[in-house]
């Protein structure tokens, strides 16, 4: 049997949600991630959750060897850049924040 589900790409509100639930399940707290990181993790992932949280891995991994308290946006514009990623244009989804 198998089933399959298409999920529609999330909001920024819902990106930050999802994020903070994350977050929560683990132990941590939202404020790991800054205002401007969370915006910038939803601006190159376009919502997308399995993006959402490769970005936010890598952003955890860098502010712990950068020794910051919380990942910031800069560090997520790197790790987008290394993993090729562009800043989506706004789309009919845009309206859903």
């Known amino acids: 049997m198998a089933l399959r589900h298409h999920l529609t790409p999330l909001s920024l509100s819902e990106c930050e949600e999802y994020i903070a ?7 941590g707290t939202a404020s790991l991630f800054t205002n401007g990181a969370m915006r910038t993790v939803h601006s ?5 959750p399995r993006l959402i949280n490769i970005l936010c891995d890598n952003g955890l991994f860098s502010a712990y060897t950068l020794r910051k308290p919380s990942v910031e946006p800069a560090m997520i514009e790197e ?14 989804s845009a309206g859903r924040e």
Not at 21 to 27: T, Y
Request: net charge neutral; glycine share 8%.
């Open 21 to 27: 639930k994350r977050l929560e399940i683990s132990g």
């Open 44 to 48: 190159y992932s376009s919502g997308v």
């Open 79 to 92: 790790i987008a850049q290394d993993l090729h990623l562009t800043v989506a244009p706004p789309s009919a």
